[in-house]
C-alpha cells in the first residue's frame, strides 16, 4: 500500500488506491473507523449496522450521544430502502444526488441501522456523496456508512487528510487520502418528516435551488433543536476570536478577504465567487488559526446562493466568543 508523506508522522494517512480501498473496507466491516474524503469535507466512517463502533464513533470526536449521525449509501434506491422518500424526497434525490444534500426522512421499521446513531428519532439522515472514492468505498462494502465530519465536535471541519490527521490521527484506523474535497462545505441538511420541507443546515446545495424544485423551506429557528439536534450556535470553531464583516483591520488582527481586499493576508476569492469561498473556508480559517496573531477579521460575503452557507458557519464560529 503506497502511504502519502504525512504517515512518515506516525499516523494513518494512505492514498486512497484499490488496495487501500480495500483495507477501507475490511476495516470498517471489523467495526474499525475509516476517515474518507467526499465532496463536501472528509468523513469519520464505521458500519452504521454496529452498534461498537458507533458508539466508538461518538467517543473519538467527543460527540453528545444526543446529536445524531447521517448515514452515506451509494445509490438512491439503497436509500429508499432505509427512509420513506416521499415525492419531495425522490425528486430531491433525483436531482441532486449524488451530491451535497442530506434528506431527513422517516426511517422505515425494516432499517436495521444502529439506535445510537439515530440519537432516539424516528428519522434517519441519509445522502449520497458525488466522490469516487466514497462511491467506491461504499459500493464495496455494501452497508450503509455513518460518516459525521472527521473534526473533534465542534472543530472546523478538515478539508484535506492531513486535516483529518492533525485533528483525529491516532483514533482512527485509516485515513484514505483523496485531496483536497471539492465543495468544501458540509451538506445541506433539509428535514422532509412532516408535510413542511425544513432547512436543518445550510450547505453545499444553494436553498434556491432546492425551493425552484420543491417549493419554500421553512427555516429552522434556534428553539426547535429537537429538529436539528446537532446545531449549537457555536460550532465549527477555530481557536481565534472571529470578527465578521469587517471593512477594516484593528491592531493584532489578520483580515481573511473575499473580493477586492488589498490587505487581506488570505483571500477566500479574490474575484468575488461564492464556490471558491466555500472551497476555500476551513481550510483558511484553519491556517490563520495556526499563525501568532490575536483574531481573525472576515470581509462581509454576500448572503445569497452558497454565500448563506458559508455566512452560516462564519457566524456560527464568531458565536463561541
Ligand atoms: O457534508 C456532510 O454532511 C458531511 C460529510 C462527511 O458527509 N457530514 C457531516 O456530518 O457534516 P455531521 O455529523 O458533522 O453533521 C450532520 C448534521 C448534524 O447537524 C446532525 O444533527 C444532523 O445532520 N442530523 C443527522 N441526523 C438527523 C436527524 N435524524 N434529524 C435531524 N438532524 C439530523
Ligand atoms: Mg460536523
New binding site residues.
Partial sequence: MSRSQTNTLGNRVVLATATAITEAVRLIRCGGLVAFP?E????LGADAGNSQAIANLFLVKGRPLS????V?VDSIDFASALVELDTRGMALASRFWPG?L?L?ARRRPSCLVSPLL?AG?D???V?V?AHPIALALLNKVGCPIA???ANPSGRL?PTTAAHVASLLSDTVDLILDGGPCQVGL??T?V?LSSSHATL??P?GITTEAITDLIGPLIAVDKNALC?????PAHHYAPNRPLRLNAYDIYPGEVLLGFGQVPRATLNLSPLANLKEAATNLFAMLRRLDQSSIAAIAVSPIPASGLGAAINDRLRRAASSY
Fill in positions: 467526499t463536501t469535507v472528509y468523513g446529536n445524531p449521525l447521517i452515506h451535497p442530506t431527513v439515530g428519532l428519522t434517519l439522515a445522502r456523496p460518516a459525521p465530519s471541519s458540509e451538506s441538511v428535514s436543518l443546515r450547505g429538529l436539528s439536534p446537532g446545531m
